[in-house]
């Protein structure tokens, strides 16, 4: 990334997570992706008086571990993680790779068994990252790197891709930082409006969905990721969803894309999927098991309204489509699937009776 990365590293390092004097910054990442924003950031870093130190991983690594490295040297490796983690203060997560796909094929070399057991190791390291997040001792950002290898992935050139990224970190605005900082207080007004509420409607061409939330709404404001630009919840009760949804952009899943994709839920669970292409991985995902078996329905386990007014057309890519102004998305879990779709104008989302959304935007 050629455009804008000086300006990137300076909104993660003063904006995202706030560098100050003494703080250890520990910088993840590819550094084969993703070397200029390694350099920047170790630069920024130092300027504001911080410890800049950095786990470097490189490229085919990951698979090569998949393959050779036992259950003790994968738990060597999760402990020494954990070491360095414990030692940081600021964490910045570089969420790029030449080849987002040298994984593909791990099963022909791995057993399943072997891939979940290491798998459930390496999530002790994320569980550490959000405890200590949450705790407000860890200060966390992720951030999403184009890359050659992606920009191949999503189907578009580098420099779209770039261009995307570019727009949607507010990168090619005068003062980064101070547009986040008015989107992030905008937000802070939208936030307090929904919280307490119960009872919500979200009515519009594409979407007829009621449900219910029973927690706090979130603010995506960029402190954690970027791009960013979202108000959600995790908190949807879960047998209160009902209505129906139509997706305006394909669902992407594990390669696969989905278009045309409509739900139908009834008392929280998915009854009826429905799809232009791809209906039998469609019926599998929502209804069966990995063995074929039936299992419970699916349930959403969060909704989100999309605030990013600067990001442009849809990539295909879940972490930025889904901050798209004027769009809502869905969340499934286990395994996770977020799915998006237009509001059009006169599309209106209410609480406990009150609008709260139209014209595609929070009226709040």
């Not at 998949?66 to 030692?87: C, G, H, K, P, W």
């Not at 790779?97 to 994320?126: F, G, H, T």
């Not at 979130?218 to 990721?225: A, L, V």
Request: charged share 30%; with cysteine; proline share 3%.
């Amino acid at each position: 990334m050629h455009t804008g990365v000086e300006k990137l590293a300076q909104l993660i390092t003063s904006y995202c997570v706030e560098v100050g004097k003494g703080d250890k910054v520990l910088i993840d990442g590819d550094p084969t992706a993703a070397s200029l924003l390694h350099i920047y950031l170790h630069e920024e870093i130092l300027k504001a008086g911080g410890v800049p130190f950095h786990k470097l991983t490189l490229g085919d690594c990951d698979f090569l571990n998949m393959v050779y490295a036992d259950t003790s040297q994968y738990e060597a490796f999760v402990q020494d993680d954990l070491r360095i983690l414990d030692n940081a203060d600021v964490f910045i997560g570089i969420e790029g790779s030449v080849n987002p796909r040298r994984l593909d094929r791990v099963l022909e070399k791995v057993e399943v068994e072997k891939i979940l057991r290491l798998n459930r190791i390496s999530r002790v390291v994320r569980a550490e990252t959000y405890k200590r997040y949450e705790a407000g001792d860890l200060r966390v950002c992720y951030v999403e790197y184009p890359t050659d290898g992606t920009a191949q992935q999503l189907g578009c050139s580098l420099f779209e891709y770039e261009k995307k990224i570019v727009q949607a970190c507010f990168l090619d605005t005068e003062n980064p930082t101070e547009t986040w900082r008015a989107l992030a207080e905008r937000q802070e007004e939208v936030v307090p409006a929904l919280a307490g509420r119960r009872k919500f409607s979200v009515r519009g061409k594409n979407v007829n969905l009621t449900f219910e939330v029973n927690g706090e709404w979130i603010s995506g404001n960029g402190r954690k990721y970027l791009p960013d630009g979202e108000v959600y919840t995790d908190a949807v009760v879960q047998d209160s969803v009902n209505g129906k949804i139509a997706f305006s952009y394909p669902g992407t899943f594990e390669k696969k894309e989905i278009p045309d994709l409509e739900l139908r839920f009834d008392g929280g669970r998915v009854v009826e999927a429905s799809a232009s292409a791809q209906r039998e991985f469609v019926e599998k995902y929502f209804f069966e098991d990995r063995d074929g078996e039936k299992e419970e329905p699916l349930f959403m386990g969060a909704f989100g309204v999309g605030t990013n007014y600067r990001m442009g057309q849809f990539v295909g890519c879940a972490n930025l489509d889904e901050k798209r102004g004027g769009t809502i998305h869905i969340a499934f879990r286990s395994p996770m699937w977020v799915l998006t779709t237009d509001m059009e104008e006169d599309a209106v989302i209410k609480a406990d009776g009150d609008v709260v959304y139209e014209g595609r935007r929070f009226s709040v």
